[in-house]
T-cell receptor, first 114, second 113 residues
Framework: DAGITQSPRHKVTETGTPVTLRCHQT?????MYWYRQDPGHGLRLIHY???????DKGEVSDGYSVSRSKTEDFLLTLESATSSQTSVYFC?????????????FGEGSWLTVV | GESVGLHLPTLSVQEGDNSIINCAYS??????FIWYKQESGKGPQFIID?????DKRQGQRVTVLLNKTVKHLSLQIAATQPGDSAVYFC????????????FGTGTRLLVSP
């Protein structure tokens, strides 16, 4: 258990509504990531953070924004959800003295946009 | 939760057999490689990693082999058990100080009792 909690775990929302997914970690990892997982595409990086208020875009960042106001929380926001954003979203963490650079994943958030 | 990767390549083995899962990676500059196991409805679970200055690394019942010449990675699981049934992903990364992983699409391992 790498001390990662994602919420909500499951959500159904309507097209055009805003959605925020939260990732909370308890072990002071420096780096945090948001991935999405879709059939045929594997896991793809959306955004990542390398410190408080320090974030950057990943491979599939369009339509998503993130914020990290404190070490333990990394929020992923869909400003106006679309059906193409129906996916499983995984938060990941890395970067402690004990775990080094190994990336550990949360249990996922299933999002359905109808 | 619904399983992802419904049309993945599948490797079917008998319990007790050794399993070999293969992965071709894309970037010859990648110097860090990881294998993850993902069970249905769960997040990827770290299994083993290897750096490009090695060609073999062993863990508990698992061995990773790296062939940089042909950009090929393999995961060997000894004495495969039904609990090993899952989707296995390889991932590659450049050593930029933190890991920006690029994942393969995965292989499903089915272990029959």
């Amino acid at each position: 258990d790498a001390g990662i909690t994602q919420s909500p775990r499951h959500k159904v929302t309507e097209t055009g509504t805003p959605v925020t997914l939260r990732c909370h970690q308890t072990e002071n990892h420096r780096y945090m990531y948001w991935y999405r997982q879709d059939p045929g595409h594997g896991l793809r990086l959306i955004h990542y953070s390398y410190g408080v208020k320090d974030t950057d875009k990943g491979e599939v960042s369009d339509g998503y924004s993130v914020s990290r106001s404190k070490t333990e929380d990394f929020l992923l926001t869909l400003e106006s959800a679309t059906s193409s954003q129906t996916s499983v979203y995984f938060c990941a963490i890395s970067g402690t003295a004990d775990s080094g650079n190994t990336i550990y994943f949360g249990e996922g958030s299933w999002l359905t946009v109808v | 939760g619904e399983s992802v990767g419904l049309h993945l390549p599948t490797l079917s083995v008998q319990e007790g057999d050794n399993s070999i899962i293969n992965c071709a990676y894309s970037n010859s500059a990648s110097d860090y490689f990881i294998w993850y196991k993902q069970e249905s409805g769960k997040g990827p679970q770290f299994i083993i990693d290897i750096r490009s200055n090695m060609d073999k690394r062993q863990g508990q019942r698992v061995t990773v082999l790296l062939n940089k010449t042909v950009k090929h990675l393999s995961l060997q699981i000894a004495a495969t058990q039904p609990g090993d049934s899952a989707v296995y992903f390889c991932a590659e990364s450049l050593n930029t100080g933190f890991q920006k992983l690029v994942f393969g699409t995965g292989t499903r391992l089915l272990v029959s009792p």
